[in-house]
């Protein structure tokens, strides 16, 4: 709702995504949560939905000439609207905020809380040595594990 404002298209979407999930469920390969999956789907039915709309509001001459000049090519001056790139980045940017949380949740709880602590709170490193009662060269060596752990965990999800 919180990306259609129309609960009668929401649920339509949602229909289609639960038929799209269920004829594809064989191809579920089990490396995310089925509700990641489900999101996944989700998201692109809404992406593709929104990209049909842009295009049936289109004026199909003015899509590949500029009415003033028509020796101007539509490739060259055609700019991508910024309505649907910008909803496009948000979509991917919920994904991937999903995918994170779900690597973070693999790690271990004060593995956790550091990086919280250094990247989500911006402490600085004196504080978290001394709030975790560890050394400055055990808080980088977790940062780097962590970092590690974070990029494979990301990578396995998006192959």
Partial sequence: ????????????????????????????????????????????????????AETRYVDPISSFFDQDDPDKHWILNKQEN????????????????????????????????IVASKYLEEKDSEQICNDFDITSSNLWVIIHRTKLLLRDCLKNKWV
């Fill in 1 to 52: 709702m919180s990306k259609i404002r129309d609960i009668d298209l929401a649920k339509d979407l949602v229909q289609d995504t639960l038929i799209s999930a269920l004829t594809k469920l064989d191809t579920f390969e089990h490396r995310s949560k089925l509700r990641t999956w489900l999101t996944s789907i989700l998201n692109r039915k809404i992406i593709d939905h929104w990209r049909k």
């Fill in 82 to 113: 910024s309505n649907i790139a910008n909803f496009v980045d948000e979509i991917t940017q919920e994904e991937t905020l999903t995918e994170l949380q779900d690597c973070l949740d693999t790690l271990p709880e004060k593995w956790r809380g």
